[in-house]
Structure formats: C-alpha cells, structure tokens
C-alpha cells in the first residue's frame, strides 16, 4: 500500500515537473490570439492586439485620460489622443485600428538571442541593466533579422510590413489601463476593477516580490493578457519627459509602471519617472530595476494610405472633437470654436463689405446679398446654440435617470445579498441558484448605471458651463412639476459630481456609488 501511494505521488510529480521543464519559456501562458514572432536560434517573441475601438477610417483616432491625481502636477488628468498602426478585425468582427503590444517584458534570453547569441542566458528573467541605447542597438538588430528571415510574418499596413521599437508613453499607458477591454469606471483603476493587486502585479513587500525581480508571465494578465505592466521592472518609453506631458523643459526617457520596490500602495498605470541618458560617470545610465518590452507599430504614410489621409483631412477638421487638452491650457468646447468660426465668417463679411464700399463696386443687391448673408450666420448662431442646449439636457436627464436607477438598486442588494445568505444558512439549494443569480443581476446593473453615469458626466464636459447650469435648472423644474423628490435630490449630487470633475478632472466612481446608497 505505501509502494502504491509512493509510486502515484512519484508519477504525479514526475508529470508537473515535466510540464515545467517543457514550458515554452518565451510564452509561459499561450493564447490562441497571440503574435507570435521567430527570434534567432529559434527563440520568440509574443505580441497581443491593442484595438482602438474607433473603426478603421483614417482618422480613427482614440482620445483618452492619462493621469489621475490632480495634486501631483507630473500625474495631472489630461486628454490625449492616440492612433493605431494596423486595421484588422476586432473581436466583434468589425474593423479597427489596433498596433501589437509585447505580452511580456524582453527577457535576458530573448536579449541575447539577438545580441550575444555564442552564449545567451536561459531562463524568463527580465533583461536589467541596459541603457536606452543598448535597447535602440537590441531593437535595429531585431528588426534586421526579421525583414530578412520572416519578413511575411509581420503585420503590415497598405503592403508595408510593421517594425518594433518602444512604445509611446501614451500608447503604454492606454494598454496598461486596459484598453477597451475594461469598463469605463475600470479604465482608471488599478489594477482594473480587482482588490487583490498581488494576483496580477510584482511590488515591494512579503505578500508580493519580497524586494526581487520576478520571472515573466507568472502572474494573471490584465483584461488585454498582458502581463507585468506594472511592477517588477520599470519599462522604457520612447517618449522624452516632459512637466504635464505637454509642457516644461523635455529631459530625458519617460518610465512607466513602478518596479518590485515600489510599494504597493503606489503602483498605479499614470506613474511616471524620468531616467537620464547619462549618469554621473557620463556613461549611458542603466538600472537594476530598468528594463522595456516592445510594441509592433507601422509608418503612417503609405502610397494608398496618403491619399486617404489627404481626402479625409478637410472633412476630419470640421468634425473634430479629440482635441488633446493640455492641464495648463483650455480648449474650448465645440459651441465655442463654432462661434469663434462664425466671428471670423463675419469679420470677414464685413472687410470685403468695406473693400467693395470704398471701391464704388458695391451695388444695392450685393449690399442686401451681404446683409441677408450675416443675418444667416447669426441664425446658425442661434441653432447652434439650441442644439447645444438640448445635448446637454439630453445628457443631464439620462444622467439623472441612471443614477436613480443605482441607487434603487444599491438599497435592493443588500435584502438579496440577506436572502442568499439564510439560503445558504439553512441549505436550501434552490434558492441559492436564484438568490445568487439576482444578486450578480443587480450588481451587473449597477455597474451597467455607473458606468453610463461617468459617461454622461463626460459628455456634459463638452459643454458650456452656464448651458450645463441651465439645463440642471430647467430638469429640475420638470422634476418638480411631477412631484419627483428623489429624483430632484439625484440629480442635485449629479451636478455635485459635475462640478467635482470639472475641477478635478476625474470621476471617482467609489464615491459616486457611495453617495447614491445613501439617497
């Protein structure tokens, strides 16, 4: 009996270890989505699509927030703008703009295979102590051999094939977020909606790295399976830093994602460092903590691909809203621009008037044509005005709406959440399944609501403050000539939120829920 019960844990561990041993060490967790590409000596280097959510036009381009601590000037919230390098078909069949993020961080192996290839370290330990330019120097090289071995195996864009190199500080922290696999009120989390930060990322601490760099992919992936975005090493950019991103004096490279001595309580996808080029000893500055993984990316102009370009760009500019914001600067919100244009419309109306006046050219019907061709700016004026106006009350009722309905469904969660528990208290399985069940439907409603809530909020950003104070004004009204008290105090917290946001640049979705269960 022991020889048998000996023999079954020998040949279960004998399986496990050789399961370990056999392990692709480039692609610890496989998908069945991943890029692969071949490195020399037969090593690999594993990709994932970043889609953009924006089709597949050519001015798809994503606006996001990065950032989200208004009382640190280097993490200010800040709208920036995004595209893509490729045009494929998302998960949802459609075609959109997407560029090919590294699954893992460039391991010591993976370096070698490309730059000391008589003797390359094995293992899936993240390559350190690299400079930038021993990066740039890894990467041209790389890139060398694939257009000669496996040129075919690249992404292309329009025929031209894809290259690697760092990825943006932008395009980084969009992937760290999660991209558009993750829900609005999870996009600025960390990491993405979850409480238990040790299951995804390597920190300082005994319940995480224990002050060590990790092995890659041994952890769970964020929603895009990636893995290690933040934490274990700091990653390279290619973006030089910069005070509010946009402004103040450009240093040196931008560090994104925290390393295994940062402390946990720290560790968020907007933490930003800069790093030299040179240290003290005016050699090219390398970090224990420092290492980069890559992105796929493609040139923007293409033979078919600036022809389109070309055509679009007219229209793209009168349609425009992704306008990047810089935290010390502001950009006006559309009704404004609109009546900047027609200003300018009118100005110079009134210049040609003139020109034509002292000329002697002017006849009464052009004058009239003249006359009747300002009155219509001032009409579009007014239109555009009254459209304004009826988005944002569009905006504040469905605000107000889906904020009324979390609360209704805050107050019935915890009565569910009881039943479930004497179900289960007193073994009535039946009831478990149902209980259960309305619990995860309140809970998917409310986060359905407190998403469409900060979406809402949003929306009314692109508004005219005053057009925004109106429209809370006259719902209200509308709310009380219908007796609707609790919906009067909802929508008061809404415009609390409002205003918060608009102060604060960020929406905390805790608080929001918060302030909702208690109406």
Avoid at 55 to 60: D, H, K, L, S, T
Avoid at 410 to 421: C, R, T
Wanted: charged share 25%; proline share 5%; glycine share 8%.
């Amino acid at each position: 009996m022991i020889f048998r019960h000996g023999f079954w844990i020998f040949f279960i561990f004998a399986l496990l270890f050789s399961d370990l041993v056999h392990a692709n060490p480039y692609n610890p967790q496989p998908l069945p989505e991943d890029l692969v590409l071949p490195m020399p000596s037969g090593g690999e280097m594993v990709f994932r699509p970043v889609f953009l959510g924006v089709g597949g036009g050519p001015f798809g381009l994503k606006n996001f927030k990065v950032g989200d601590n208004i009382d640190n000037f280097k993490e200010y919230p800040t709208d920036v703008t995004i595209g893509g390098s490729f045009v494929a078909a998302n998960p949802n069949g459609q075609p959109d703009w997407l560029f090919y993020m590294g699954k893992y961080e460039v391991t010591e192996q993976q370096f070698d295979l490309v730059m000391n290839a008589q003797s390359p370290r094995q293992g899936k330990m993240p390559v350190r102590n690299i400079s930038y330019f021993d990066v740039q120097d890894f990467t041209h090289q790389y890139n060398l051999w694939l257009y000669e071995k496996a040129r075919s195996q690249l992404p292309s864009f329009e025929g031209t094939p894809g290259f690697l190199r760092l990825p943006t500080e932008f395009e980084w922290e969009f992937a760290a977020r999660g991209g558009i696999a993750v829900d609005t009120q999870f996009f600025s989390k960390t990491p993405y909606g979850s409480e238990n930060l040790a299951r995804y990322e390597w920190f300082e601490g005994r319940k995480s790295s224990y002050g060590k760099c990790k092995e890659i992919g041994l952890l769970k992936p964020n929603p895009l399976k990636i893995h290690d975005m933040l934490g274990n090493v700091s990653e390279m950019t290619s973006s030089l830093y910069n005070i509010e991103y946009y402004q103040g004096r450009t240093g040196g490279l931008t560090l994104k994602g925290g390393n295994f001595f940062t402390l946990e309580k720290n560790i968020r996808s907007s933490l930003r460092n800069e790093v030299p080029f040179y240290g003290d000893d005016l050699k090219p500055s390398s970090q224990p903590t420092l290492g980069f993984r890559l992105i796929i990316a493609s040139q923007v102009f293409t033979r078919k691909g600036y022809s389109e370009i070309a055509d679009g760009w007219e229209e793209y500019k009168k349609t425009t809203r992704n306008v990047p914001k810089p935290p010390s600067t502001s950009t006006p919100v559309v009704v404004t621009q609109t009546q900047y244009q027609l200003e300018d419309a009118v100005k110079s109306l009134d210049k040609l008037e003139k020109m034509l006046t002292g000329s002697g050219a002017v006849s009464e019907p052009v004058s009239v044509e003249l006359t009747l061709l300002k009155k219509s700016f001032s009409d579009i004026s007014s239109i555009v005005q009254k459209a304004e106006y009826d988005s944002t009350y569009s905006s504040i009722k469905s605000l107000t709406e889906s904020a009324f309905l979390v609360s209704s469904f805050l107050k019935d969660l915890p009565v569910k959440e009881k039943a479930l528990e004497a179900a289960k208290k007193h073994g009535r399985s039946a009831y478990v399944d149902a209980f259960t069940r309305q619990v995860e439907v309140i809970q998917e409603n409310v986060d359905t609501g407190i998403s469409s809530c900060i979406y809402n909020l949003e929306q009314l950003e692109k508004s005219q403050k005053e057009t925004v104070k109106i429209a809370f004004e006259n719902h209200r009204k509308f709310l009380a000539r219908n007796g609707a008290a609790k919906a009067i105090r909802v929508s008061e917290l809404m415009q609390h939120h409002y205003k918060t946001y608009m102060e604060r640049q960020t929406i905390d979705d805790a608080a929001l829920k918060s302030d909702l269960e208690k109406i």
